[in-house]
């Protein structure tokens, strides 16, 4: 009897498992048979009711039985997977060349901006932030420019429509016109208003004109800043830190050359410029032949200017340059259209 049921059991998992098509129903399937709670295993529990002998002699059997089931139920566990594996579709072929993951570029503008941002940290430099649009008063009348300054009227700055109620005690209109700044120096007026001398910082950011484009003007531009205020600085210390920053910038020794000149919020005034990073001064096509590379303006801070922010006349001295980022790009990369940094253009800026 005992021994018919276990071999119909077996018999009729051999037939079962023919039909099974997937996975899934060959997990069912093992349930069923090998499961704790299935026939086949409450049969074997069973066993242990049986008398000596006969339990000798049918153990043995159900074992083997259970041995032939789970050896097929792996076979057939291989053949399945084998089954579903596409060897044309999976193979991997090792000499195939790899795929390159596309990884997003800085502009060059970013890059030494970081860069410059680096160098004075380390020099000890407070880098900090003005804003784009800065009314009349921060932009032209606290850097000393005139009310008359070519400067203020449309053909060089974007003026915005909108108008604001004046909260400037030092200003006397009624209304404010707001301006996008045309130079990163509107923000040095509105930092030492809250600021005490000693300091030094950079502010490097974005600026505007309202001019002609062509290969080395732009409506939209980067300066950075620099303006280092305490009570005994003077052009030593501004040549001396433009030296060292430029050297560090281009890894060469640059010398600096400053020729007089003139701006509304410095005195004296500079133009200032380096020796060339291509010929290291001998005279090329990049700096036309003369050694030297014009590089911006800088100066010693008007004191109309520390008095437009609060400060006593004559009690502080202080330096300030703003340089042009796109400028240092330009000699850095060997670049010689500046429209190229807005362009959008990605075959340029992949190259960085
Ligand atoms: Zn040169």
């Avoid at 009729?12 to 048979?33: A, M, N, P």
């Avoid at 009711?49 to 792996?74: D, M, S």
């Avoid at 596309?102 to 970081?114: D, E, F, K, Q």
């Amino acid at each position: 009897m005992k021994k018919e049921k276990i071999k119909n059991l077996s018999n009729q998992f051999f037939q079962e498992i023919q039909t099974v098509q997937s996975e899934d129903q060959l997990f069912q399937l093992e349930k069923k048979y090998l499961g704790r709670k299935s026939e086949f295993i409450g049969f074997l529990k069973s066993l242990k009711n049986l008398a000596p002998e006969e339990r000798k002699q049918f153990g043995r059997l159900a074992n083997e039985i259970k041995k032939e089931i789970t050896q097929k139920l792996e076979e057939k566990k291989k053949e399945l997977i084998e089954k579903s594996f596409d060897f044309e579709k999976e193979s991997l072929d090792v000499t195939m060349p790899g795929r390159k993951k596309g990884v997003g570029h800085l502009n060059p503008i970013s890059i030494v901006r970081y860069k410059i941002e680096d160098i004075f940290s380390r020099m000890g430099y407070e880098v900090a932030d003005g804003s784009e649009i800065e009314t009349e008063f921060y932009n032209f009348d606290a850097l000393n420019i005139p009310a008359h300054h070519p400067a203020r009227d449309m053909q060089d700055t974007f003026w915005l429509q909108q108008k604001i109620k004046n909260q400037h005690p030092k200003v006397k209109r009624e209304e404010e016109r707001l301006a996008m700044r045309s130079q990163t120096s509107a923000g040095q007026v509105k930092y030492m208003e809250k600021h005490k001398p000693p300091f030094r910082i950079i502010v490097p950011g974005k600026c505007f004109r309202n001019e002609a484009t062509d290969t080395t003007h732009e409506h939209t531009f980067y300066q950075f800043e620099a303006l280092v205020v305490g009570e005994n600085i003077n052009v030593g210390h501004l040549k001396f830190t433009a030296q060292e920053f430029f050297s560090q910038f281009f890894k060469q020794k640059v010398k600096i050359r400053l020729r007089p000149s003139y701006f509304p919020f410095t005195e004296p005034g500079f133009e200032f410029d380096i020796t060339c990073t291509v010929c290291h001064g001998k005279g090329c096509s990049a700096c036309q032949g003369g050694g030297w590379l014009e590089l911006g303006g800088a100066g010693m801070v008007n004191q109309n200017v520390f008095e437009a922010s609060g400060y006593p006349r004559n009690k502080y001295q202080g330096f300030a340059w703003g340089f042009g980022i796109e400028r240092l790009a330009m000699m850095k990369y060997g670049i010689d259209d500046v429209r190229l940094f807005h362009s959008g253009d990605l075959r340029f800026i992949k190259q960085f």
